[in-house]
């Protein structure tokens, strides 16, 4: 608040004080001109008593007077013109440093300047000084009395005159002076006249002592000055006769703004600053106005003038004890006697006539008069007094009671007059009485009596609605405002403030609303807002008065409140005027920063004012950036750029499809990142890197990332390759209602060669200044970003060297479209700019990419702390030249049926300069595709597959070999598969394993439909190296996703079973059925007509087909839609020789064909996906023998029993499906297979899907024996021993002529395990169920009833038996119970053949 130094107690009475009138001969002021101040300027630091003064009152008591100050002028006749007061006012405003936040309150009071006494100065130099005094004293007098000089006023029509004869020290004669003051003393007495000695050493002399200049903070202020020329409004000032009107000054920096020297009440009225330099014209020269250019001058010359340069110490100590003689012996001893006069005058009009008057008035009225309220007397005029008035007298004695500090005897006058004027309804003198008493009763010391506000209040309203003279209700407003704040009273003094703000003075307005703004803020419960708000009136009326300083202060007072509060639409619009008042302050950088806020703040503003709001931005940042044109980019609001989602492509953009020719989809900035495949992407180049480094994963391998974004790994230095595009594609979000449109967008950069050479090469290069052979830029000529838009850029840079590469940020052109909204007195600027849309006005800045890397959580510090880690996506590594691979496919299905198989080709292209090598593919789907195997490469294209444009290589058959088997074998190895073997990493075969710049090879890729329906990503990735190894980049890989949709062709399940004849051609036993059922589940959508089943082969490493059964009928093996057929296919071993051949993983292969043409199912592509179907078995870790035998011989048991019941063989059905499409019919082929494991369990070619168990109580008990149980199941067992009974299906036999019916049966025991085998056959079984017994009817065994038998390992033995019949009957021979064990066990484990199919056998009578 622009406080006051001093308290209200101790401002007021320096604001009233007694004035004295200086009269100078030119001599005297030629003397006091030599220090350059005039007389009034001399006494001036001088003009406060050090010392206590006393005084004695009209009742004779004596009255101390402290800190007594007078005021001394020279005599100007002319009055101040109301446009000076305003002058001086804006003059005093302007020069008020806002730095220093106190702004100098200056209200000016009318005419009210009352000289009590006069100071008549001549020289001892004078030829004649007492002739000098009289004709002073005559001038002086002729002023005073001739009515023709309105001004200056006077107190009394008896003047004190006070003579002062100056004496210059250094040059004058001091006898002679002497001899003068004796004169004059003789002339004027002892007690008014005063011989002043001064100059007591000439101002060239060298200045070795340092003398204080006292005057500098009274004449600083007097070269003030102005931001402009200005005038304020028009200002009435009543010219009024009444004695009170004084001056009150308010100044945060002093208790007085002294102007060039004199103090600011129009004695010396600032328009006329140096008068005094010329004595001639002091008196009646006009008024002349210094322009606020001369000002200028006057204050630049003044800076090195010194006051006082002829004054010492002693000269200080002369003058000081000059104004104590004149105050004590001439002043005050005036001014007690003119008291006692006007005391004396008051009493003896106190009589009869004064009575009788009052009497008079009260008979006629009937009453005592009241005191008329405001409202009877506002229509009535107010009467003037002449200046000796009676009715003025004991006005004029409150006032000198008033002056020296006699405040009871002051109120008690003022109180009285008050009444009178009333009754004679001179309103202007009751309004100062009233006032006048107000202050006295405050300034009271002791305090009898209470501040009188409503005395104020009446004052003010009467100046102002009454008289007219607002001056006055300033002057009362600011003395009561001061008053109440002193007594902590902020509501009242802020209220009384801002009822006189006012249209009429925008100054003065602001001026009051900035104090009551401050009253708000210093009230108990300070009220923010209302502080806020009233300071953002102020700053407007300081605007409209032209003090832009003062107005750009309010503003940003104001700011520090309504900042943050989410008052948006007041924060731009104060952020606005401070930016346009900073502008026209020239205040660039405060008025960029200004709009800046406006425009990065969430604006709720409409789109025309965000536009204006823009538009003026543009045009300050315009004039700021040509003032420094070849200083840094400064840095631009617009548009919000995201950091952390700017994302970095490393190599060139994908090439589109070209007809059949689909381009490997890699990696590109227009895929959304996917956590999981990303991480699929890393295991496959894991799996990859892991195989050619022979197992093992190298420490220095990173996953290959070629799209950085918020989400990757950015910790390390990415590497970029030279001469391969770099793309950063930086997110722009434009959050104004206005489009955006930004020109040249490019990227910054900074680039640090390095030769790997050894040294470095320190040249850091910034931009583009033309320097693209180190790195080529790409420029965005025009980029437009719609109002509330989010947009993305691509950017691109271009390597040619390598090094270090630091992408800095962004630099464009920011602009907006011309459209139809006007810019608020802003037109179209030059630097607009022709292209598809019109520019208005555009400023080039930059802004920079800050990305904040990932929060570190590990360490315990770090956990327990902020910090974050680097992210380096924009500093990549320049490195040396690598080939580059691209990947096209040619004739690649999107739809394929469930196991078709499908040829398509893949081309390889190496685009770069550098020779490639060490080519191999990754995939989670091996299954899904094959190059073929070795074999594929050797063998050719048989005719007939050529002609049907088959996949498969094919044989044309004669009609003989139908239903048998045509053998052929190969191994596993030949096709990438075998035990430790990566199946899912497979060698692209390149000629000559290298693929040479600018060479390309087209490879043909057979394809598989998956086994499940819907729609299947398959994930390839390609890796390759470099032929010369480079040390930064080990390898490259290429990615493509294959999308497959496939729909649903045939479901096959299949089971083999014993069969039970065991006899084969070679005699040995082991043969098995194998039944296979095939269902068309395709439901036609893709346009099937049927399927043909055109030759199923079986692969194993023991067992092949032999035959088919019963397939006479059914020869063309056709399936329509939902149809289902069934096959059943007789299985052999394969013979010793073929069977020791399994440990080099061959594989015998057995067809039988339902066609005339024979599919080689061991050649590519049909055995390429049976051992891709199979590989998934072969990864399974072998089941590794115990070496604790005796601890582990149950579970030894148990394997031996298990492997009697396994089987290895895998069924392979080839089918041909008949499409109509778009009328024309096609052929497709396709596989599928089945994996056969256990007898008698059912095995599919689809994955079945897993039920889930139902829920279980939970089981609150330990289960007692947690060991699975060692017992084989039942299943097992029963194929561990396997029987047979030959016997005749029918007997005849005469029961007539022999009762019993003896028929013989052979029993045949099988070993099927591979050890030796303890059998019991027990006979003594007999069938107890009664269903049975009706059914079958009971026979006996003859002979032995028990067996024991040891059968070695695979070996076949046949028991004679004989059953006993009593009658005819059918009767089921399956009763035998065959237990068994093994050799070397304990346990015996019963083979449960009853659930075999019966042994039935009739016997007929004869």
Known sequence: MAQCVQSVQELIPDSFVPCVAALCSDEAERLTRLNHLSFAE?????????????????????????????????????????????????????????????????????????????MLVASSNEVEPMEQFSKLSQEQHRIQHNNDYSY??????????????????????????????????????????????????????????????????????????????????????TSNKNSDSNLLSLDGLDNEVKVDGLPNNFRAHPLQLDQSSDPSNSIDGPDHVKSASSLHETKKANTGIIHGACLTLTDHDRIRQFIQEFTFRGLLPHIEKTIRQLNDQLISRKGLSRSLFSATKKWFSGSKVPEKSINELKNTSGLLYPPEAPELQIRKMADLCFLVQ?????????????????????????????????????????????????????????????????????????????????????SEAAALLIRLTSEDSDLRSALLLEQAAHCFINMKSPMVRKYAFHMILAGHR????????????????????????????????????????????????????????ILINESKQSAAQQGAFLREYLYVYKNVSQLSPDGPLPQLPLPYINSSATRVFFGHDRRPADGEKQAATHVSLDQEYDSESSQQWRELEEQVVAVVNKGIIPSSFYPTQYCLNSYSDNSRFPLAVVEEPITVEVAFRNPLKVPLLLTDLSLLWKFQPKDFSGKDNEEVKELITGEPEMIGTEVISEFLINSEESKVARLKLFPHHIGELHILGVVYNLGTIQGSMTVDGIGALPGCHTGKHSLSMSVRGRQDLEIQGPRLNNTKEEKTSIKYGPDRRLDPIITEEMPLLEVFFIHFPTGLLCGEIRKAYVEFVNVSKCPLTALKVVSKRPEFFTFGGNTAVLTPLSPSASENCSAYKTVVTDSTSVCTALISSASSVDFGIGIGSQPEVIPVPLPDTVLLPGASVQLPMWLRGPDEEGVHEINFLFYYESVKKQPKIRHRILRHTAVICTSRSLNVRATVCRSNSLEDEEGRGGNMLVFVDVENTNTSEAGVKEFHIVQVSSSSKLWKLQNSVNLAENKEAKLASREKGKFCFKAVRCKEKEAAMQSSERYTFADIIFGNEQIISSASPCADFFYRSLSSELKKPQAQLSLHTEKHSIEDAVRLIQKCSEVDLNIIILWKAYVVEDSKQLILEGQHHVILRTIGKEAFSYPQKQELPEMELLKFFRPENTAVSSRPSVDQLSNLIKTSLHYPESFNHPFHQKSLCLVPVTLLLSNCSKADVDVIVDLRHKTTSPEALEIHGSFTWLGQTQYKLQLKSQEIHSLQLKACFVHTGVYNLGTPRVFAKLSDQVTVFETSQQNSMPALIIINNM
């Open 42 to 118: 001399l006494l001036k630091p001088f003009s406060r008593l050090t010392s206590e003064v006393h005084m004695r009152d009209p009742n004779n008591q004596l009255h101390i007077i402290k800190n007594l100050k007078i005021a001394v002028s020279n005599i100007i006749t002319q009055p101040p013109q109301p446009g000076a007061i305003r002058k001086l006012l804006n003059d005093v405003v302007s020069g008020s440093q806002p730095a220093e936040g106190l702004v100098a309150n200056v209200i000016t009071a009318g005419d009210y300047d009352l000289n009590i006494s006069g």
């Open 406 to 490: 006699h405040y009871d005897l002051a109120y008690s006058c003022y109180h009285t007059a008050k009444k009178d004027f009333l009754n004679d309804q001179a309103m202007l003198y009751a309004a100062g009485a009233l006032e006048m008493a107000a202050v006295s009763a405050f300034l009271q010391p002791g305090a009898p009596r209470p501040y009188p506000a409503h005395y104020m209040d009446t004052a003010i309203q009467t100046y102002r609605d009454i008289c007219r003279n607002m001056v006055l209700a300033e002057r009362c407003v600011l003395l009561s405002a001061e008053i109440l704040k002193s007594q902590s009273k902020y």
């Open 542 to 597: 300081f605007s409209k008065a032209g003090q832009k300083k003062h107005a750009l202060r309010c503003y940003c007072q104001a700011m520090q409140v309504y900042k943050g509060k989410g008052w948006s639409l007041a924060e731009d619009h104060i952020n606005f005027t401070i930016g346009r008042q900073s502008y026209t302050l020239r205040q660039l950088d405060n008025a960029v920063s200004a709009f800046r806020h």
């Open 152 to 237: 200056p006023k006077w107190f009394i029509p008896n003047t004190l005159k006070y003579y002062v004869l100056l004496h210059d020290v250094s040059a004058g004669d001091e006898q002679r002076a002497e001899s003068i003051y004796e004169e004059m003393k003789q002339k004027y007495g002892t007690q008014g006249c005063y011989l002043l000695k001064i100059n007591s050493r000439t101002s060239n002399r060298a200045s070795d002592e340092q003398i204080p200049d006292p005057w500098s903070q009274y004449l600083q202020k007097s070269s003030i000055q102005n931001q402009e020329s200005y005038e304020d409004g028009p200002c009435t000032i």
